[in-house]
């Protein structure tokens, strides 16, 4: 099944929108294209690159599960925050529509592709919040994945599993959220994985449950893309952390930007933290 693709501009005042909600709730992923400008994800790119080396000179490297993945968090200061990919019209009006107003962003990290032959395991960046349901519930959090590059298969674009987000076997309680290879033979009866092709530009909606993987690299340049979260108006969060005087960049009528607003600089480079991976 193809994941459906709507157009960002003017997105928030179209009958389109109730499609991409529906989509997004039926599929557990949508993408939404044109939606940043390319520009503001030029320096973006540039910067990350450049911060790649820094990331890899930790002792305590933060990959996740291999050395192919590594998390990465942008720049989170001036000239590198900008309100298209942060405080998004088009996103809000979509994430809006499913968790309901009082929604917060309170995620601002990455993860780049290293060329590597790679790839994670199948999993669920969070589960289910209760266990033995018969019936998935409501969503109460998205991924908001803003590639810094065109992504496609060749380069490490994630592995998608449409529809998982409903799977009710993987749940927060079990604190392991990889998905077992009988619910994955199970799950490739109904249907399978897919690698889209995402233009640069796109911004990349999913529901928090949806199972999915980092892929190998097989090109010789990273694949950096930036991720956030909306989570629901009641869910807890941490603070994310960015300069005074940037409060004007997250103002925004519908979604409410957790964050503490700091004098001194914030160390982005040593915060991100390894996942499933043991250090050599």
């Known amino acids: 099944m193809p994941i459906l693709t709507f157009k ?4 928030a005042n179209s009958p389109e929108l109730a499609q991409a909600i529906d989509a997004l709730n039926r599929d557990g992923i949508v993408v939404l294209e044109d939606a940043i400008d390319l520009d503001h ?3 973006l790119r540039a910067r990350c690159l450049e911060d790649i080396e820094l990331l890899l000179n930790r002792p305590d ?3 996740n599960w291999n050395p192919g993945n590594l998390q990465q968090d ?3 200061f001036p000239p590198y925050l900008f309100r298209d990919v942060l405080v998004n019209d088009a996103v809000i009006a979509v994430t809006k529509g499913i968790l309901g107003a009082g929604l917060k962003s309170a995620f601002y990290s990455g993860n780049t592709a290293l060329p590597s032959p790679h790839r994670q395991p199948v999993h669920a960046d969070s589960g289910q919040l209760w266990p033995n349901l018969k019936v998935a519930h409501p969503a109460y959090a998205i991924v908001v994945n803003v590639p810094l590059v065109d992504m496609n298969a060749e380069n490490g674009v994630t592995e998608m599993w449409p529809g998982t987000h409903r799977d009710t076997t993987v749940i927060m309680q079990t604190g392991d959220i990889k998905v077992s290879q009988e619910a994955l033979e199970a799950q490739k009866k109904i249907e399978g994985p897919i690698q889209p092709t995402v233009k640069l530009g796109s911004v990349v909606l999913r529901d928090i449950r949806m199972w999915h993987a980092g892929m190998p690299n097989h090109t ?5 893309m930036i991720a956030m979260i909306h989570f629901v108006s ?6 994310l952390k960015f300069p005074v005087g940037t409060e004007e960049i997250f103002a925004h009528p519908d979604l409410i930007t957790h964050a503490d607003f700091v004098e001194k600089p914030v160390d982005y480079i040593s915060a991100p933290g390894s996942y499933e991976f043991e250090q050599k």
């Open 8 to 11: 960002a501009p003017n997105l």
């Open 41 to 43: 994800l030029a320096i």
């Open 61 to 63: 490297k933060p990959f």
């Open 74 to 76: 942008p720049p989170p």
């Open 220 to 224: 010789q340049d990273p694949r950096p």
């Open 234 to 239: 009641w869910w807890p969060t941490n603070a």
